[in-house]
């Protein structure tokens, strides 16, 4: 999994959304959420964005909502803004644990001092 993130070039991406979106093993969506963060584009970031505020389960929306916070671009175009937006939304919904709402939280901040 990490291999494809690393190395897999854009033909990994339809394969890792299948398994964010699809395979049984959280640990499976929560890393296919990182190697997804890593490789970035366009379809990524729908995806990611989608199993953020989804929340099909914990670990894949914390790894998602991690590798947004990593993707947040610098310019303010329409995956930035998307991307801001679900940040707000998980730092403001009561049912995000702890942990998640800090990487939101993280992400809004980061992104401001750019």
Avoid: C, F
Wanted: glycine residues 8%.
């Amino acid at each position: 999994m990490d291999a494809l993130g690393e190395a897999g070039g854009s033909e990994a991406v339809p394969a890792l959304i299948k398994i964010l979106h699809k395979d049984a093993s959280a640990r499976l969506r929560g890393r296919a959420a990182v190697a997804l963060g890593r490789l970035g584009g366009a379809d990524a970031v729908t995806a990611l964005i989608q199993a953020a505020s989804e929340g099909q389960d914990e670990w894949a929306r914390r790894y998602a909502v991690n590798s947004l916070r990593n993707l947040l671009p610098t310019g303010n175009d329409e995956s930035t803004t998307a991307i801001r937006q679900l940040l707000e939304e998980v730092l403001l919904a009561e049912e995000t644990p702890p942990i998640t709402r800090e990487i939101a939280s993280q992400g809004l901040e980061a992104y401001q001092t750019r």
